[in-house]
């Protein structure tokens, strides 16, 4: 006996220390005036420059950490937001040569190191992406940006607050373009010796500074007290930056008390969120999730009649229902709010009847079905819920007459079937593929998916469209350097798309972001970038 | 016995090449571009190639192999592809943290699971050893990320007395062995010890079952020595097949707590093998597995060097 009372009193005493640990442990207290966010990305979004992480990355450390020589308006929930100035207080473009533009600088702004940004940071900037006999090029970086000014030729100081930038062509897009590139210290980078060692202390014009950096764990930012815009100095004292991809680690981190802001929740923690006490913030954004139809030869989306069909056969508010409320219908590739909606006849709403009629015209019906094979994808970001979705797509189509097949793929690898395009092998014959798009600028939301020069592999046409009045309607837009005029002239782009029912669109997403009670202040913007400067701790 | 253990020793160099070979290539066979999941979606093919020439990824597979091989002789793994960072780097920061949770996950799995594994070897037959044996097969059994989430959602979310999440407060670079930190450790620890524990349960029971029934207990007691002076035989000749369980149940939490780290976000070797796999970060998989791979290898040599020493009847063979 003696022997199995010396099993149970080593038991026993395990037992004893892990009850009181537990009961010892408490919530950890968080510092006032301290934003913890719980990001999606895997990891730190790059610190250097420019971030990786697609738009998170921009949002969370790019934008903080940097500014563009123009910048997005963050400031309201209400309106769309526009460019607005931000190292460049104006812009504009010659009007006897229109490839050349011209920026004045904004004069007395500081990098976080103390040096000045003048003309030669611009150069220093751009060189490192575009110039490869340039020491501080980046490879890595120009991979992560430069296809976002697909037509740059030179940048050419004029006096230390002018540059000039020259594109090959003329464009009226670049604006829109230069926005994305962000400007980093040279002074920084030449006593760090190489941007790996800048990375760990950049130096940048953003409201904030880095002050902590742990790969894939943390990053901890500090207000830069002398921003050059008084209205963007942050109000907490500080904001860590956690990488959550798992999104039930992302909402247990929430609840229990660890993170005060998490990005993305799955739809179906919300509820519990919000009866915890937990505020759920959201607001459309530029943002359309779609299938991208194939239009190579012997494509069943050839037929105008089996794409309008399909538009009309989605249980749109079924499926919004299934993201917990947090989506819009979508109505075209873009909201009817945007100046670039348009005036489309073809009304994409749930008509089983007309649906059916048109694949009865088409020479189809649910005995009868056309096949049709979609590349989707388990996961990825903005994807939402890609395979319920697709499920529930799925079924609503089958009722008509399309029989879909679905090749699922890992986000990689359906990224890499939809820059190869639609007739490459690695699409394994699929008449679409699903991938979500940003529709933040022109180029990003019609121009590469729609222009016949950009078929994959030269650009992203996945699908090889081509209609000779659309490439002259793009063409004239990129040409046209009236804002409100090219706004016009997209419209009818956006008009002939959803006319032509190019894609099949399904939702906007909302973005939805959990946040405890005690975080005050947040504006969501109708933007893939947000302001963290007016957010405080209560 | 000095010859047994250079001869195993010298073992360790083919398997150590074998073991470059396998963690390089493999990470080849996976379709797709080296790059494509770090640049941009629209990336210029020139500047691509660019990068890939700056990876080495533009030269043939074998050239690759020889240089990543001399590379890592020297000590470096290269660079990750996603954020830059020295992969030697990276796991300096991983290894501690996965050793300390595996280190942990088994002490605490070898406590229980020795003592649970004795109490059922040695009351065979009775309830006691009914529900032992049944522990040992739920923890076998168990899917460890299903019952971390399980935990976190008692012990996090719903009472709030232990983190969710994370290795504590200011991360890797900040831990500390105080309570703030080691309250992170607690959740990840006993999911990553159900499974050791299960099988140390069983081993433990089948070897204390086996011992009992041999003569030499039954003349311990005709000798008329105490349970207790019993016991300390029986755990004597358990002791070796218990120590190389509990070897290979190391080597496994070293390399297998993939997706309890990834459920707790524990930044170990687990989670870094996540993100580069999830990331396609070849340089970061090759140098993780290589090292992983190296550490199960080190371990079996320890473990049987170990056996040799404590086991007279190994020395003799």
Redesign the interface.
């Known amino acids: ?4 009372s ?2 149970i009193g ?2 026993g005493r ?1 037992a004893g220390v ?1 009850a009181v ?8 207290a968080n510092a006032a005036g301290t934003l913890r966010i719980g990001m999606t990305a ?3 979004p ?1 610190t250097w420059g420019q971030p ?1 992480n697609g738009f998170e990355g921009f949002r969370f450390v790019g934008l903080q950490l940097y500014d563009g020589l123009i910048n997005w308006d963050l400031s309201s929930s209400d309106k769309p937001s526009g460019l607005i100035p931000g190292l460049a207080e104006s812009w504009s473009v010659d009007p006897d040569d229109q490839t050349k533009w011209t920026f004045n600088l904004r004069k007395g702004v500081k990098f976080h190191d103390g040096s000045e940004f003048n003309a030669d940071a611009v150069i220093f900037n751009i060189d490192k992406q575009f110039n ?1 006999d340039s020491p501080q090029y980046s ?2 970086q ?7 000014m ?1 037509g740059f030729k030179s940048v050419t100081k004029v006096d230390d607050y002018t540059v000039v930038f020259e594109t090959t062509t003329p464009d009226s897009f670049f604006p829109f373009q230069i926005c994305y590139f962000l400007m980093a210290s040279p002074a920084a980078f030449e006593a760090a010796g190489s ?2 060692e800048f ?1 760990k202390n950049p130096s940048g014009t953003g409201p904030f500074t880095l002050d ?1 950096l ?5 990053a901890e930012l500090v207000p830069f007290a002398d921003h050059w815009d008084e209205t963007r100095i942050p109000k907490v004292d500080r904001v860590v930056l ?3 991809p ?1 999104p ?2 992302r909402t ?2 929430l ?4 993170v005060d802001w998490i990005e993305a929740p799955a739809p179906d923690a919300i509820p519990r969120i919000k009866s915890s006490g937990f505020q759920v913030v959201s607001n459309v954004y530029p943002h359309v999730w779609s299938w991208h139809l194939s239009r190579v030869e012997g494509s069943p989306w050839n037929d105008i009649r089996v794409r309008k069909a399909a538009n009309l056969a989605i249980d749109r508010p079924g499926i919004v229902q299934l993201l917990g409320g947090y989506a819009v219908e979508a109505k075209g590739h873009v909201t009817p709010e945007d100046v670039w909606w348009g005036s489309p006849s073809f009304e994409l709403k749930t008509d089983i009847e007309a649906a059916k009629a048109l694949m009865a015209e088409a020479g189809f019906s649910p005995e009868n079905p056309v096949k049709v094979k979609m590349s989707i994808s388990a996961s990825g970001s903005g994807q939402m819920l890609p395979l319920q979705m697709n499920e529930y797509i799925q079924q609503n189509l089958a009722e008509i007459g399309i029989e879909v097949e679905f090749d699922v793929v890992e986000w ?2 359906l ?2 079937i ?2 190869a395009g639609a007739k490459a092998p ?1 699409a394994n014959g699929s008449h679409g593929i699903n991938v979500s798009y940003t529709t933040q600028d022109p180029y990003s939301s019609f121009t ?1 998916f729609l222009r016949s020069d950009l078929a994959a ?1 030269a ?2 046409n996945f699908g090889y469209y081509s209609d000779p009045e659309m490439d002259a309607l793009l063409k004239q837009t990129q040409l046209t350097f009236d804002p409100v005029e090219r706004d016009a002239i997209l419209a009818k782009v956006h008009t002939k798309e959803v006319d032509e029912a190019l894609f099949v669109w399904v939702v906007h997403d909302v973005a939805p972001r959990a946040m405890g009670e005690n975080v005050k202040g947040f504006q969501p913007a109708k933007n893939w970038f947000q302001s963290l400067s007016s957010v405080y701790m209560e | 016995m000095l010859g047994y253990i250079i001869s195993r020793i010298l073992y360790v160099i083919p398997i150590s090449l074998g073991v470059t070979i396998l963690a390089f290539g493999l990470v080849h066979i996976a ?3 080296p ?11 020139s ?2 190639e ?2 890939k020439a ?1 990876y080495g990824f533009d030269q043939p597979i074998p050239v690759q192999y020889a240089r990543w091989l001399g590379r890592a002789l020297s000590g470096d793994l290269g ?1 990750s592809v ?4 020295p992969v030697v780097e ?1 796991l300096a ?1 991983a290894v501690p943290n996965t050793l300390m949770l595996a280190l942990c996950a088994t002490f ?1 799995g070898f ?2 699971g020795a ?2 594994g ?2 059922a070897g ?2 065979q037959g009775t309830w ?1 050893d009914k529900v032992a044996t049944g522990f040992g097969v739920t923890g076998v059994s168990i899917p460890h990320y299903w019952l971390g ?1 399980v935990l ?2 008692i ?3 719903e009472l ?8 504590g ?5 900040g831990w500390q062995f105080d ?2 930190h ?2 992170h450790l ?1 959740l990840p620890a ?1 999911t990553l010890s159900v499974i050791p524990c299960g099988i140390i349960t069983r081993t433990v029971r089948a070897t204390v079952a086996e011992i009992l029934s041999q003569d030499f207990v039954q003349a311990l007691h005709a000798k008329g020595l ?3 002076s019993v ?1 300390l035989h029986v755990v004597k000749n358990a002791a070796p097949t218990v120590l190389a369980v509990m070897g290979l149940q190391l080597g496994y939490l070293l390399g297998g707590s993939i997706l309890v780290e ?4 524990w ?1 170990g070797t687990g ?2 093998l996540n ?1 580069a796999i ?3 970060d070849i340089p970061t998989l090759q140098g993780t597995i290589l090292v992983l791979a190296m550490f199960f290898v080190v371990l079996n040599l320890a473990v049987d060097i170990l056996q040799t020493l404590i086991d007279p009847r190994m020395r003799r063979t």
């Open positions: 006996m003696s022997t199995i010396s099993w080593t038991l395990t892990l640990s537990v009961m010892l442990a408490t919530a950890p895997n990891d730190v790059l990786d490869e490879a890595r120009a991979s992560l940006v430069n296809f976002r697909p941007w790996e990375a902590v742990t790969a894939r764990e943390r956690l990488p959550l798992d039930s680690a247990a981190a609840l229990s008390g660890q990689q690898a990224l890499d939809w820059r690695q590469r592999p650009g992203v | 379709p797709g571009d790059l494509d999941a770090v640049v941009g979606a629209d990336a210029p093919a500047v691509v660019k990068l700056d660079r996603t954020n830059n960072q990276a920061t605490l406590i229980v003592s649970l004795g109490l040695y009351y006691i989430i976190v959602i012990f996090a979310v709030r007395v232990l983190p969710a999440t994370g290795i407060p200011g991360g890797s670079a309570w703030e080691i309250k607690i006993i105490l349970n207790n016991m990834t459920v707790f976000n930044p989670y870094l993100d999830f990331r396609r």
